[in-house]
């Protein structure tokens, strides 16, 4: 069963889209599609199952590194399974955490949500009512 060998996780909007659609195009890794499957943090897609999981990876050529990248495995609290899940399942994979500066990037989540219209123009009052947008990158 194919399981990946790394996982790279980081904050949204820190470059884990980035990251992953560089490392899609090198000769010798393989990335998922969904980019974010998020299936040790969601209820929802862990309840599809392992064999599920899976088959995610099974485009991957032998001898590939398999990677995914969900950046909802750092927003803890809000997915509080996610490590045990995990590890239940993962022998020892690598993690690839990206960071970047915070005030910079709960600005940039705060434009995202904003351009989504999930958010009024009131950034300041956005970070009052939504301490996740400043949490998530911690």
Do not use: C
Request: hydrophobic fraction near 40%; avoid cysteine; glycine fraction near 6%.
């Amino acid at each position: 069963m194919s399981r990946p060998d790394f996982l790279i996780i980081g904050a949204m909007k820190s470059g884990t889209s980035t990251l992953a659609a560089q490392l899609s195009e090198q000769a010798g890794i393989f990335m998922t599609t969904p980019k974010e499957p998020n299936f040790f943090s969601d209820d929802d897609v862990h309840a599809q199952g392992l064999q599920w999981y899976a088959a995610l990876f099974d485009d991957a050529a032998s001898g590939d590194l398999r990677g995914e990248a969900s950046t909802h495995y750092t927003k803890l609290p809000t997915y509080p399974r996610t490590i045990a899940r995990a590890q239940a399942v993962l022998e020892a994979p690598r993690l690839v955490y990206m960071i970047r500066n915070p005030v910079e990037r709960a600005v940039s989540h705060f434009i995202h949500e904003w351009s989504q219209g999930v958010m009024s123009d009131d950034m300041t009052a956005e970070f009052a009512r939504n301490p996740e947008i400043v949490d998530y990158g911690r």
